[in-house]
């Protein structure tokens, strides 16, 4: 996390830089985590933004990736706008704090609703989608007990668990995350459910307005049902399920995990007792959450210093001979950054350079925990 | 546990000798915990026997207990015989071993059935007499996959979980502790399940041949139900349940506890659950146990040593003085012998004679852990 980003700055962007993030994390090759490493590089969005082409190249791609134009940007804001959607990036007041300190957080969210929902103490409830009767009613009146205990109640407006614990909690305030645009609600049916939410919470999405979802959005959207809330209740989850996606994402960022216990002989139910059996906290009533959480809900947010302190001066070209080195480090399995430095015997910044003109030439990947791999081709 | 009780002697009794231990366990006021105290104090049984009248005068009995003659006890062992029941007594190679480490083991059991079962490793199921169908079902199938993994299945002969688990081991070897006496199956129904049980595997009672069952045996024979067992699977086990008084006795007796996730919408699995928050072990599929339970078996079982070396000569007798500070010490709170001996000041031998005077006197109650309160009147 770094002060560049500004989410220890706390302090609003003018339009104009709002309108270079959305640029920046709209282009193409340009993910959560690459963003952060421009910034780390350049220092600021702008700069970021005019350095694209000629990293891409350095990093080898035959033709730069596609750079948001300010007029699209100007587009979708405004489109945003007139349906009553807000942007704020990562670091201004209105940004979650909670989901501002997981390493993949979106530089910049598109929200409807009532953004003051974002800064309360919030639990995350996920399930089945073809949940049982009894799986639904639990979920609704969770959500409702935990509404009534002051919490807001994060999901993914999904069918089955997910709408219900959207329902239990539309009194009280609830956030769904979705995996694609605002004007792509999935499933379409959730439509009036989204619009409900809206009144007392908030519908959040990272993606463009008009984006559909596709497969892969979906685990990609769980990490921010995990990374909004303090810990994950699992109702109904079969095994390979998203939900234990979205438990592991939570695990990974550091969220408590619940699981509500469930019949071994229910295959919907499979999943979650896993969890069980993995150390998650049993839950069969609201106070079990609770509970858990309040310490939690009690200590101050902290954000974490930058693992590498940043020199937003931009470093010396890397040589040819030193990209041939790092590449030759880099294969398909993860490796720390931490380890291609210490293995290269190349100064950090170089290394990093490197790193994101490979990432903006769509070569490397980047995974959680400072790992990186070779794009299979 | 002592060598006079000859646990570590692992020798066969003379009939003579197992008579006696019969007529001194069926004797009034007299409990397994007794049993133990009065053969530390006298080294025998025979030498007990008489000195029981003695005992219970001192410890202020207006008229002392009832001793079970000797004519009496070869009815119940001739009635025993003629019905292919077997009396053994703590100590003896077919006494199961688990079983004779706990506090209170019954100094002598009847048994019916394949006695040899009882030398297996042994796991045991319980739970709710109202059993859904959903829980009779898993109890059977665990059942039987923990007695095709080599495990001889325990349980307590009720209706429910209990039968449940005992028809799916029927092949493999299972034993039933029940409440009463043999000649007493409760529920009467079962009869036929008991008889099932004998064939290859044990129905087994501490209580007379004809005693039947009172509420109160229900609890104090769940302790034989863990204490045959290396652990406990809890199945649908409501709020203050028999299955849970079993699991709180497997914890005291240093057994694992397991416990069956279901939904918390069915007030029969709030007991279970609520194990599971406690920190059982969730259990879904037969190799939860047999994994958690073979460490266990693998370590050959360690008989305790005596709490205090026995010197079975008989001390002098206690002055008046003197039981007159141990009882100003004693009152309705449970308190351990070792601060009785360090806040009367009075030799060990001493308050452990005035202690077993009382309790012959029916004015003393032993617990567990070496506790004991007066009797309230």
């Known amino acids: 996390m770094t002060a560049a980003i500004g989410v220890s700055m706390n302090c609003r962007l003018t339009d104009d830089e709002r309108l270079d993030w959305l640029r920046l994390i709209r282009s193409q090759n340009v993910g959560p985590r690459t963003f952060r490493a421009l910034i780390d590089h350049h220092g600021n969005v702008r700069d970021a933004l005019a350095a694209l082409p000629q990293l891409a190249r350095r990093g080898g791609a035959s033709a730069p990736g596609r750079i948001c134009t300010r007029a699209e940007a100007e587009r979708e804001m405004a489109a945003a706008q007139s349906a009553g959607i807000i942007f704020v990036a990562l670091g201004e007041p209105d940004y979650p704090l909670r989901l501002a300190m997981i390493d993949d957080a979106p530089p910049v969210i598109a929200v409807r609703g009532e953004l003051a929902a974002l800064v309360r103490p919030t639990v995350a409830i996920v399930g089945a989608r073809n949940a049982s009767a009894a799986g639904i009613k639990f979920a609704e009146r969770l959500a409702r007990e935990l509404g009534e205990a002051g919490l807001l109640v994060a999901s993914g ?66 990490r921010l049902i995990s ?83 940043i020199a937003p001066s931009t470093p010396r070209e890397p040589t040819d001979e030193e990209r041939d080195r790092l590449v030759a480090l ?7 950054i931490d380890d291609l430095i210490r293995l290269s015997g190349l100064p950090p910044a170089i290394v990093r350079t490197m790193l994101l003109e490979l990432d903006l030439a769509a070569r490397l990947e980047r995974h959680g925990g400072g790992q990186v791999s070779l794009t299979p081709i």
Chains 1, 2 share one sequence.
């Open 227 to 309: 990374g909004l809330a303090a810990g994950v209740v699992v109702i109904e989850a079969a095994q390979r399920s998203g939900s234990l996606i979205t438990a592991r994402m939570a695990l990974e960022q550091g969220r408590e995990v619940f699981a509500v216990p469930g019949s071994p002989l229910d295959p919907r139910c499979e999943g979650s007792n896993n969890l069980l059996k993995q150390g998650a906290a049993p839950v069969t009533e609201a106070s079990d959450v609770t509970t858990a959480l309040r310490p939690i809900f009690e200590e101050p947010l902290q954000l974490r210093e930058p693992d590498h302190p």
């Open 330 to 336: 880099l294969g398909p399995t993860p490796v720390g």
């Open 157 to 222: 407006l999904a069918r089955g668990i997910d709408a219900a614990a959207h329902r239990g909690s539309l009194t009280t305030g609830t956030v769904a995350a979705i995996a694609g645009g605002h004007n792509s609600i999935y499933p379409p049916e959730h439509g009036a459910l989204a619009d409900a939410i809206a009144e007392n919470g908030v519908v959040l999405s990272e993606m463009p307005l008009n984006h559909e979802p596709r497969a892969r959005d979906f685990p990609r959207r769980n």
